[in-house]
């Protein structure tokens, strides 16, 4: 899904300080949505099978790009785009309903993208 040379330009999107450390293994599956929330960044989230929005904090590295909106890693590629399928693993931090990822797949729970 890569949009090679020309796409359009990144968008900060709410990510982890850096890559690497200690994950969570909790397996989160969604349907990729989010908004631009101005010029330079997006809000990302994934809707879980009961309709309910979980805020994700996304790997390091990774932001979002728009027309259409989609998360981006941090080789450049397009992962997926809104309305699409993603599985997601790490974690909801304590006492609160925002998942903190750590790997994000599009075909395979397994298989990191």
Known sequence: MDEG????PLLRIRTQPSAGGPGRLA???????G??????????WV??????????????GFHARSNPIR???????D???????IFLTGGFLPG????SAHK????SPLRQR
């Open 35 to 44: 908004e631009l929330i101005d010029a330079e960044s997006a809000d990302l």
């Open 79 to 85: 992962v997926a785009k809104a309305g699409e399928t």
């Open 104 to 107: 994000v797949s599009v075909d």
């Open 96 to 99: 609160t309903s925002h998942f």
């Open 27 to 33: 397996l989160l599956p969604g349907i990729l949505a």
């Open 47 to 60: 809707t879980d099978s009961d309709g309910r929005r979980i805020e994700i904090t996304w790997p390091a």
């Open 5 to 8: 040379p020309g796409s359009a």
């Open 71 to 77: 998360l981006v890693n941090p080789q450049g590629q």
